[in-house]
């Protein structure tokens, strides 16, 4: 299971979304349930939401993740010199057959919207 997120719900507790991969189908998850989603949902929500991702930058890697296509997801957070607060972001890195850099995106916008394309995909169902 791979945390993309953590933030205090209503209640006061801390909740999380996660991603995980069941029976080779790419899942994510938060206190309401979980649901599929397909593996390009996750390249085409960073490359929407995100920018190149500077691998010079000083970032602390908190996780990685490898999707079932080869594509590598990285958990890292990242302080600028004028943050106060370290903010997570989510890096893609294409499989080897993608040529393309890496791409990094907030994780609070990338949780929020795959949970909307997952919760959006049960609807449909």
Do not use: N
Not at 68 to 92: F, K, N, Q, T
């Amino acid at each position: 299971m791979f945390k993309i997120h953590e933030f205090s719900s209503l209640a006061g507790e801390l909740s999380a979304v996660s991603l995980r991969v069941l029976d080779g189908q790419l899942e994510i998850i938060s206190d309401d349930g979980a649901w599929p989603l397909p593996e390009a949902a996750v390249r085409a929500v960073v490359a929407r939401f995100g920018a190149p991702f500077d691998e010079h930058a000083r970032i602390t890697t908190v996780a990685c993740f490898r999707l079932p296509g080869g594509a590598e997801l990285s958990h890292v957070r990242h302080l600028a010199g004028y943050d106060v607060i370290a903010r997570d972001y989510i890096v893609y890195r294409g499989s080897e057959a993608q040529t393309e850099g890496a791409l990094c995106a907030l994780a609070r916008t990338v949780a929020a919207a795959l949970l909307h394309l997952g919760r959006a995909g049960q609807q449909t169902v």
